[in-house]
Nanobody, 111 residues
Framework: VQLVESGGGLVQPGGSLRLSCVASGFSFSTSRMSWFRQAPGKDRELVATIASAGGNTNYADSVKGRFTIARDNAKNTVYLQMNSLKPEDTAVYYC?????WGQGTQVTVSS
C-alpha cells in the first residue's frame, strides 16, 4: 500500500494550495479517504474526509468554507484545495485511508 502526498509548500497568508494524494495497493474506490494535519507540538487532527463515492464530505470547523476535499476514483487520487490560508494552518498534512498513512507534506503559511 502506498499513499503519496504532494503539493505542499510555503505560501503567504490568504494564499491557496492544492494537495494531492495518489493511492495504490488497495481498493481506493471503495475506501473513505481523509486528510489529517499535525502542527509542531500538537496532536494530529482530522481536517477533512470524503466517502468512497465522493458525495459525503466532512470538515473540521477550523477549515469549513476554506478547504475542499475531492477525489477522482479513476486516478486513485484525493485532493485538498486550501484557500484563504492562515498561519495557523501551518502543519504537516497527511493522507489517510483505513489504517494506512502517507509520509506527509509540509504546508507553511507565513509572510
Amino acid at each position: 500500500v502506498q499513499l503519496v502526498e504532494s503539493g505542499g509548500g510555503l505560501v503567504q497568508p490568504g494564499g491557496s494550495l492544492r494537495l494531492s494524494c495518489v493511492a495504490s495497493g488497495f481498493s481506493f474506490s471503495t475506501s473513505r479517504m481523509s486528510w489529517f494535519r499535525q502542527a509542531p507540538g500538537k496532536d494530529r487532527e482530522l481536517v477533512a474526509t470524503i466517502a468512497s463515492a465522493g458525495g459525503n464530505t466532512n470538515y473540521a470547523d477550523s477549515v469549513k468554507g476554506r478547504f475542499t476535499i475531492a477525489r477522482d476514483n479513476a486516478k486513485n487520487t484525493v485532493y485538498l484545495q486550501m484557500n484563504s490560508l492562515k498561519p495557523e494552518d501551518t502543519a504537516v498534512y497527511y493522507c489517510n485511508a483505513r489504517i494506512f498513512w502517507g509520509q506527509g507534506t509540509q504546508v507553511t503559511v507565513s509572510s
